[in-house]
């Protein structure tokens, strides 16, 4: 089927004002007729969310923060627009019927409002990987039993599934992740204590949010990439494998057990990936500059350094302990990134926050929804008194 061809599908934004959401509304104001916004969702930014809605005569617009609903309400009295607010406004918002939903609220905060996305069974393109991380098995339990069709927007991930060949899985001999390194590839230890939120902020190739830009710094965001690939794909812990590859041109690999590697590759830019779920299953026109590869004359790689950046090793000895454990580690460090971006944490004592935190919470197998948002409520009392102490 031609993108063309089909009636004009409906789109709920959760994150509608983050680097997703963002890229998302420019790729559906790319296509005015082949999509319809019915649904956005922000935290705080009120008077971006009231203009959205308004622009795309949105059913329903909700704001994250409660104390926010009446001027959100004020702002859009004269519309159509439903205004809803909190954590029980979210997922209300995510149960709306729409065909697609992107899912691009940084944190576990995405959780509760995708999971309502997933249980009725919508499109749903995934760039929130918390989701992954914390509650990875209750998730893919909700997606197989609601037959939702979930369609990874991480991009490493979206190359995975892209070449990966379902059908005959135990083909497949290991999945790498590729990983630019981040802004401090080359740092030395010495360095990595002077790093300013400013500085760890700005990516070398990718454009995003606050928290993934300081994860990817730390290569924690690759630690979480790994967990979330384990939920996604249909391999062992020990067949995904991570590569440092700082021009971020190929986005992810599948080897098979011929000897054959098959990739991903592309400009990087969230667009592809997010039109790739959006338009699901044929591609549209996502207006990404075409890859230029004599221009970029070389593709270089690398292993990842575990002394400078230990993140990516914890990570992956959480996803080896299992129950809780992604779940405190995600907590925790969402806790060390929040500190750190308030200038009230080192760089370097994001991943010591996260360790620390780990070893101190007995671990337990997770045994519903509540019961991980119960983890993830602990882990952040407890990181957050480690991290205030260190002040
Ligand atoms: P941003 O920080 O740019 O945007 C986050 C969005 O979520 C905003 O709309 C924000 O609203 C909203 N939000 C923040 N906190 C809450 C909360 N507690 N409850 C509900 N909504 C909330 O993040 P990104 O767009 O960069 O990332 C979004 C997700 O996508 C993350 O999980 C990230 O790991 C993943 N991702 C992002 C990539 C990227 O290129 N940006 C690439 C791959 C994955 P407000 O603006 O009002 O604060
Ligand atoms: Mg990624």
Not at 141 to 169: C, K, M, W
Request: net charge negative.
């Amino acid at each position: 089927m031609n993108s063309t061809d089909r009636k004009a599908r409906s789109v709920t934004i959760l994150g509608a004002t983050g680097s997703i959401g963002q890229s998302s509304l420019k790729l559906v104001d790319a296509a005015p007729d082949q999509f319809n916004v019915e649904v956005l969702s922000a935290q705080n930014n009120v008077a971006q969310l009231a203009e959205l809605a308004r622009k795309h005569a949105a059913s329903i617009a909700v704001i994250g923060d409660p104390a926010k609903k009446d001027t959100l309400s004020a702002m859009l009295a004269d519309t159509n627009t439903t205004v809803l607010a909190g954590t029980d406004g979210l997922q209300e918002a995510a149960r709306f019927p729409t065909d697609v939903v992107i899912a691009g609220i940084v944190g576990a905060a995405g959780l509760a409002p995708t999971l309502a996305a997933v249980e009725r069974g919508a499109i749903v393109g995934l760039a929130n990987k918390e989701c992954l991380v914390c509650a990875g098995d209750l998730f893919m339990t909700a997606v197989n039993r609601h037959g939702t069709t979930l369609l990874p927007v991480d991009s490493e991930h979206n190359a995975i599934y892209q070449v990966f060949d379902f059908n005959a899985p135990e083909s497949v001999s290991k999945i790498t992740l590729t990983a630019s390194g981040g802004p401090f590839r080359s740092a030395s230890l010495v360095d990595l204590e002077r790093v300013t939120p400013e500085r760890a902020v700005k990516h070398p190739n990718w454009s995003m949010g606050p928290k993934i830009s300081v994860d990817s710094a730390t290569l924690m965001n690759k630690g979480l990439e790994v967990i979330e690939a384990w939920h996604l794909f249909p391999v062992e812990k020990e067949q995904i494998d991570v590569i440092i590859h700082p021009q971020s041109v190929i986005h992810s690999m599948v080897s098979y057990v011929d000897g054959s590697v098959l990739a991903q590759l592309g400009s990087p830019d969230m667009k592809t990936p997010i039109s790739y779920a959006l338009n699901w299953p044929s591609r549209m026109d996502s207006g990404v500059t075409t890859l230029d590869l004599a221009g970029i004359a070389r593709l270089d790689f690398e292993e990842p350094d575990e002394n400078r950046f230990p993140a990516l090793k914890m990570a992956r000895q959480a996803l080896q302990t299992g129950g809780g454990a992604p779940t405190i580690l995600n907590a925790a460090n969402e806790v060390a990134v929040e500190f750190f971006l308030n200038g009230a944490l080192a760089f370097l004592d994001i991943p010591k926050l996260v360790e620390s935190v780990l070893s101190n919470i007995s671990i337990e197998p997770l045994e519903s929804l509540d019961h991980v948002m119960e983890v993830d409520a602990k882990a952040r009392v407890e990181a957050t008194q480690r991290a205030s102490r260190r002040n």
